[in-house]
Every structure is written in C-alpha cells, then in structure tokens.
C-alpha cells in the first residue's frame, strides 16, 4: 500500500508503540528489525514512508537512504534517534532523509511528519552544484 511505512528497528517496543499511533490516522504499519528485513520488504511491498532508527543491528540510517532510493526510489526517509538535535537533523536533510523524528515518540508530531511524509514525498534528488 502505497500510504504505508515501513519502521525498521530492532526494538519491538517501538514498533508496538508506533503501530496505533499511525493506525490512529489511517496509515498502514509495517515493522522491519533491521536492514536485511527492510531490503526484502522493500522489493516486495509499497510504501510512502520508511521510518529508520539511526543505528541498526546490520547498518545506519545512511544505508537505508541508500537502499531505499536504489529499490524504491521516492519514497521518503524518516530518521529516528535519541540524539535528535539541530546539527542532528541538518546532517540527515543533507543526506537526503525527510526529516528527524526525536524520542521518546510525541503522538502528534509522529502522526504529522509521517502523514505529511507520505503524502508528500522528498521533491527531488540533490543536486551537485555546476563547476
């Protein structure tokens, strides 16, 4: 389903957290527990969003934008992290993530940027600037 997201970390906990949440507002909810999982997911399944922890038991976040925009090109990243700071979030923009999403999960704020992930996913690829 192309409005789903796709959450790939390897707490459970998380996962049971987010699920009624999205569900809430209509999203569908899938739970990878780390990259290899997220990989066959991706080839196989639609998604708008993937919501990644930073750090995964087989990657970072950096690989998942990586594999997402090999197999599924346009949709968007989400990061999640404890760590979730100003400098934090510039370095996933720059990366070409969606956008940060701080812990512990705030409702709202989860329902907001995945909606608005799906709905609308990241414009274009960036673009090295001209010599």
Request: aromatic content about 6%; glycine content about 6%.
């Amino acid at each position: 389903m192309k409005n789903a997201v796709l959450f790939v970390s390897p707490s459970v906990e998380d996962a049971r957290t987010l699920a009624p949440m999205l569900e809430a507002v209509g999203i569908p909810f899938s739970h990878a527990a780390d990259l290899t999982q997220a990989k066959k997911l991706l080839e196989f399944k639609l998604f708008g969003a993937v919501l990644t922890e930073a750090s995964l038991p087989d990657g970072t976040w950096e690989d998942v934008v990586e594999v997402v925009g090999r197999i599924r090109r346009g949709v968007a990243v989400v990061v999640t992290d404890l760590l979730a700071d100003a400098r934090f979030w510039v370095d996933v923009l720059d990366v070409g993530a969606y956008d940060l999403l701080a812990k512990p999960f705030c409702c709202g704020e989860v329902q907001r940027v995945l909606a608005n992930a799906v709905d609308r996913p990241p414009l274009l690829p960036k673009v090295a600037p001209a010599n």
